[in-house]
């Protein structure tokens, strides 16, 4: 059974950081690229970084320089470092996974992140 596991969201202020974790099981975590998107109520699900199996990233604009994706192969866990966190990334974040070859994909079942004074 497959189970990405997403914990470190909470409540922090403007200008604060955060460290997101995911914990993948049930995947051979190596054989995929990993990424974590956020969801504002009302708004469309949205990529905000994303890593590749070897190890490659990408930021969204809004994120980038404030955000740092990173992976542990060996603990099967990526992470989210977020800084300097602004109201409007306020959102439930969730992980993803999807497989190198056979573009499966999974979810988890989200943290969420309130920036707010």
């Known amino acids: 059974q497959v189970q990405l596991v997403e914990s470190g969201g909470g409540l922090v202020q403007p200008g604060g950081s955060l460290r997101l974790s995911c914990a993948a099981s049930?995947?051979?975590?190596?054989?995929?690229?990993m990424g974590w998107y956020r969801q504002a109520p009302g708004e469309q699900r949205e990529l905000v970084a994303a890593?590749?199996?070897?190890?490659?990233?990408n930021y969204a604009d809004s994120v980038k320089g404030r955000f740092t994706i990173s992976r542990d192969n060996a603990e099967n866990t990526v992470y989210l470092q977020m800084n300097s966190l602004k109201p409007e990334d306020t959102a439930v974040y969730y992980c993803?996974?999807?497989?190198?070859?056979?573009?499966?994909?999974?979810w988890g079942q989200g943290t969420q992140v309130t920036v707010s004074s």
């Open positions: 993803h996974a999807r497989h190198l070859w056979s573009a499966r994909a999974y």
């Open positions: 890593i590749t199996s070897g190890g490659s990233t």
């Open positions: 049930g995947i051979t975590f190596r054989n995929y690229d």
